[in-house]
């Protein structure tokens, strides 16, 4: 069968590391990073066997954990595409997630990277969850919400 073969050879392709990265302007604050294992990563997916994009933002947390088919290991997400019905999974390297410093600022910089199996990350909205701290005083800054691309405080 001409399209089983396929489907084996699709899922015995390695994972793809991909990689979020962030500009930013910073203004005497520095140290900008999602806080905690339920930051909410909001992102659009691509099915990386038919194409399709998500309409809604879905949203990935390190805390979450699902079971890959056949005792493979586990993923942050597990999802069927609706248009093809392959199992695709995408997975948050906790080992990657970086903090974006005044020293970054203005300049793109990788924030943290995911294994993609099949599931392709093509759009990120910043949300709640940030927290940053004043370059001077240290005063820390939690639940920074960035859904409107721009945040102020005072310190």
């Not at 248009?83 to 970086?98: D, M, P």
Request: net charge negative; with cysteine.
């Amino acid at each position: 069968d001409c399209a089983g073969a396929v489907h084996a050879l699709a899922l015995a392709l390695p994972p793809q590391k991909i990689g979020l990265q962030l500009k930013a302007t910073l203004e005497n604050v520095t140290n900008l990073r999602p806080l905690g294992e339920d930051f909410r990563w909001y992102l659009k997916m691509k099915c990386g066997n038919c194409g399709e994009i998500s309409e809604k933002w879905q949203y990935i947390r390190l805390m979450d954990s699902v079971a890959l088919k056949g005792g493979r290991g586990s993923a942050s997400m597990v999802q069927k595409c609706k248009l093809c019905a392959r199992e695709n999974s995408i997975e948050i390297l906790s080992n990657t997630l970086r903090s974006y410093n005044a020293e970054d600022n203005e300049k793109f910089k990788t924030i943290v990277e995911f294994e993609c199996r099949g599931l392709e990350p093509v759009d990120f909205q910043p949300q709640a969850g940030f927290a940053a701290e004043g370059v001077e005083s240290g005063t820390v800054f939690s639940d920074i919400n960035l859904q409107e691309k721009d945040w102020t405080d005072y310190d």
